[in-house]
């Protein structure tokens, strides 16, 4: 059994992102860069799957700057492989992404691939369900729980108002994790340091070419300003009563 | 190539409201593009649902029992093959569990382009303009793009009440495709919402705590908090998913709809798929160090105050001195 696990780096959104001079993209070069959380999650969820079922894992990224040290950071947590897959376009997009993983994916064999369920920055759908049909594999999204019995997979997919489904999907089988059954582990610095020094990244060529979007953007901005709230000044102290004292006056809590 | 073609979700019993949201965006895009709205139903009986589809000029019914029960593999063999026959202009999926699957899914197999997190589309000529959600609600995207495509909406954004009636409503069955015979997944069992020892959607107030709250053990004071008001605790998913708090909490698109009086949001951003499980809340309070967070352009009041220090501040108010 051969996961893949697919690994992109998203702004973080802690810290302010930018709009570039064009207006038509952010600001790349001052964003702060880090794992998607749902690839984490995906990550988390590949690594339980090693370990219920002795699964061999590679961990694959599209090759940018900032790219290595998130493969290095997998092979901490227990992935057996990383590889960096380099593509003759800069794009990120999820159509560019399949375009350049499927054929890879497919050449290494793979039996299940783990993506993340979505990412904040990318308009142009999800790489699980685009890379499945171009493989001609069965997906499932937002998922939340992963099993493998022999040549299945059984997995849980959230809906809303607190509803799930489990679904069985016969592999190979493309999956878009929203949260792995138990939170991302952590991997202290030293064992981070140690893989650094002692592991080596694998990498692949993209045979594709990245397909056309068919979409420009035109604007990228701040959403429109609209009411917005009314903001509560004041020290903590303050701005306490003059909360207590809307919900007082309007009979949200007893007077 | 014309109309607009509305991808229909439902549990098999009832129409999903985002569909009525859709039926109601199809409308206002098939008045510019021309055509006909279609809504596609693909169910194992879509005798219950057909009757609450009038919003449609045609509706194109598919049946088999390979569609009970939500599957993405079938729900696609269906919708691709509804694009090859009927070639609609514009494609619209909601942007739900559902549409994660299915809009990029589709697009793809038809070579159609995909626009995801629409929260407003607007025809221009030929070329649809769609307005988007990115990096957590906050920044837009616009976007020109040529026409056949598909594009997946955001719950909210159109007025679900005009999604109800005012199309032709005439009925096609088509014959389900060739490769339901062939799948290669299957739904094994469904469970519902409830069983949990807790029923948030029916408090009349909610304090809800996002990642900000930094740690299970920062937990309390909300709970101090949400006692002082007679509240429930409601959750943000990375709170669930931490293991801070039960998924029975969580608010959003992948957790509860709650409708309270009041919701105090302590550190959530606002991130759209939260939003869509509380957009119908009364009173929203947030708290929010980061003053330019979405959760600011949906509250009515709102404060950058840290929550450590404003938390315990409205609970010493609000418990009976002594
Ligand atoms: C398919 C899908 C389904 C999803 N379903 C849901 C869902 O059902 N519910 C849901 O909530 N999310 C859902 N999400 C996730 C959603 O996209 C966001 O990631 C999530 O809502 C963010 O949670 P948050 O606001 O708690 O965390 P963050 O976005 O990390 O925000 C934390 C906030 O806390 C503030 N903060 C930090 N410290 C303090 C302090 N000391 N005092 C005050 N404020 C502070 C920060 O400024 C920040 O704005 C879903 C995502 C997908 C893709
Ligand atoms: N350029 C990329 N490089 C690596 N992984 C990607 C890329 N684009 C998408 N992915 C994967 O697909 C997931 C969903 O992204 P998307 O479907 O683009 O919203 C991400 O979390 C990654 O797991």
Redesign the interface.
């Known amino acids: 059994m051969h996961i893949a696990v697919i690994l992109k780096q998203v702004?973080d959104?802690?810290e302010?992102?930018e709009?570039d001079s064009q207006g038509t993209d952010?600001d790349r070069d001052s964003v702060k860069w880090k794992l998607n959380?749902f690839d984490d999650?995906a990550l988390e969820q590949a690594v339980l799957l090693k370990e219920s079922s002795g699964a061999e894992v590679t961990a694959v990224a599209l090759a940018a700057d900032g790219v290595d040290q998130l493969l290095y950071a997998a092979v901490a947590r227990g992935v057996d492989r990383a590889i960096r897959v380099t593509t003759a376009s800069a794009r990120t997009d999820?159509?560019a992404a399949?375009a350049a993983l499927a054929g890879v994916l497919a050449d290494m064999g793979v039996d299940l691939v783990l993506t993340g369920?979505?990412a904040?920055?990318?308009?142009?759908?999800?790489l699980?369900?685009?890379l499945?049909?171009?493989l001609g594999?069965?997906?499932?999204?937002?998922v939340s729980r992963v099993s493998l019995e022999g040549t299945e997979a059984?997995v849980t997919?959230?809906?809303?108002?607190?509803?799930?489904?489990?679904?069985?999907?016969?592999l190979p089988?493309v999956l878009?994790v929203?949260?792995a059954p138990?939170?991302p582990r952590y991997v202290p610095i030293s064992r981070l340091r140690q893989v650094m020094a002692s592991a080596e990244l694998g990498s692949a060529a993209a045979a594709a070419a990245a397909p056309a979007?068919?979409?420009?953007?035109?604007?990228?901005?701040?959403?429109?300003q609209?009411?917005?709230?009314?903001?509560?000044?004041g020290?903590?102290?303050a701005?306490?009563?003059q909360?207590?004292a809307?919900?007082r006056e309007?009979g949200?809590?007893e007077a | 190539m014309a109309g607009v073609l509305v991808y229909v979700e439902s549990d098999g019993e009832r129409v999903a409201p985002i569909s009525f949201e859709l039926l109601a965006a199809a409308r206002e895009l098939a008045q510019s593009l021309g055509g006909d709205v279609e809504a596609l139903v693909a169910a194992a009986d879509t005798g219950p649902l057909v009757g609450e589809l009038g919003a449609a000029d045609t509706i194109l019914e598919v049946t088999s029992p390979a569609l009970a029960g939500y599957l993405p593999e079938a729900q696609q063999l269906v919708l691709v093959e509804a694009i090859r026959a009927r070639k609609p202009a514009v494609v619209l999926v909601g942007y739900t569990s559902a549409g994660l699957d299915l809009a990029a899914g589709a697009a793809t197999a038809t070579g159609l382009p995909v626009v995801a997190y629409c929260t407003g589309l607007r025809a221009e000529g030929s070329d649809v303009v769609a307005d988007s959600q990115l990096y957590g609600g906050k920044l837009v995207a616009t976007t020109t793009t040529s026409t056949p495509a598909v594009f997946s909406v955001v719950a909210g954004s159109f007025a679900e009440a005009n999604g109800h009636a005012g199309g032709r409503g005439e009925r096609i069955v088509t014959a389900p495709p060739a490769g339901l015979a062939q799948l290669r997944s299957r739904v094994l069992g469904t469970t519902g919402a409830g069983g949990g020892a807790v029923d948030i959607t029916k408090a009349e107030r909610v304090v809800s705590v996002g990642r900000g709250i930094g740690g299970a053990d920062n937990i309390e004071l909300a709970e101090e908090l949400a006692t002082a008001m007679g509240a429930e605790l409601g959750a943000s998913r990375p709170v669930v998913d931490s293991g801070w708090l039960p998924k029975e909490r969580q608010v959003g698109k992948s957790g509860m709809t709650v409708k309270p009086k009041l919701y105090l949001a302590v550190g959530i951003s606002g991130a759209p798929e939260h939003l869509e499980g509380m957009h119908d809340a009364g009173l929203v309070i947030a708290i929010n160090t980061d003053g330019d967070a979405p959760i600011f352009k949906v509250a009515d009041y709102g404060t950058t105050c840290d929550l450590f220090d404003l938390l315990p501040a409205i609970t010493a108010l609000l418990k009976p001195a002594g």
């Open positions: 702004p959104l802690v302010e992102v709009v952010i959380e999650h999820a159509p399949a369920v979505q904040v920055d990318d308009l142009h759908g999800q699980a369900p685009i499945a049909t171009r594999w069965p997906h499932v999204s937002v059984e997919q959230e809906y809303s108002g607190g509803r799930m489904a489990t679904l069985e999907v016969d089988a878009g929203q949260a138990r939170p979007l068919g979409s420009t953007v035109t604007r990228l901005a701040a959403p429109p609209g009411q917005g709230a009314q903001m509560l000044e020290r903590p102290e701005v306490a009563e909360i207590v809307l919900l309007r949200l809590v």
